[in-house]
């Protein structure tokens, strides 16, 4: 595939008033795979924003900001994908906590992904939260939290809370967890494409979607010892276990609506219950300077059931049972002075 892409921008960050505005596109045929990952090309997209800054501290406040954007993008076809207004802002104080909040509303568009390579299907608009707290980081134990609701004109809704422990036990260990919990409701997910003549209006094509109710639940958990200035020790794991439910089958009824047309024949996706682990331990020793042995042992565990049933411990429980890939690695880098 050829194709072209160029981003124009404008920004003024020094200063109280502050400025970021862009515009750019990328061609139907743009592809660049094969010098990094790509979301999306076939695009038009502009954004200006206006913010005001307080760089002075004062007797409760360390820095503070608020900003503005409005955004839009279209396909090359001139068809409008999203249509948004944000705003938020950022208040440190002066014994470095931090808060940050922000709202991004999109209005209603058309979507040229959601029936995954098929015709454009209307999106009803949304409203996305945003907040984030930290304590002072430079103190032996903080904690953090990010808590993300978002509603949609079309019934879907979704709320994600994530917080963290950190905690410096000593100058060279250091501990950190991160739990985090997603509770998600999708009016219309995606689940096959079947071919039907008799499906005239979608092009004897029917796009089968349904209502998901989906449960998350993870967690990070890391930790850092430095034995020497030279020699290190790293442990991280990852569990996540995740069930959905699919009800309410139905099909796309014409291109360019969110209209739908449901049979009982239209089921066809599983309940699912997907729970993995995976960790690894990497040591690093770097024996001359530039020059590092890495030792690493990664682990994986991965169980998946068509119960569509959330039981934390049940699924933890099954993860200690299932059988285990283990990889082990030897990787040597030599500096070498010309």
Known sequence: MTGFGTRVWLNKQNGRLLSNSAIGFMSPGF????????FRSDLINTHVGLGWQWNEPNAWRQYANVITATAASWDMGGDRVLTGEYIGGQIEQRNRWSWRGSMFALASALDARRTRGGPLMASKGSLNF???????STRPLFFAIDVNPSTGGDGSHSVSVSPSLNWKAAPNLSFQIGPNWVINHADAQYVTTTVDAAATETFGIRYVFAELDQKTAGA??????ALTPNLTFQLYAQPLVSSGRY????HLARPRSYAFVGSPADAGASDFTFRTVRGNAVLRWEYDPGSTIYVVWTQDRTDIVGDG????????SQLARTPANNVFLIKATRHFEL
């Open 31 to 38: 592809d660049n795979d094969d010098l990094g990952f790509l």
């Open 130 to 136: 945003q907040s984030h707290f930290d304590g002072n």
């Open 247 to 250: 009800t309410n089958y139905r």
């Open 309 to 316: 049933e959330f039981d934390l411990n049940a699924s933890l």
């Open 220 to 225: 990070e958990v890391r930790m850092d010892y």
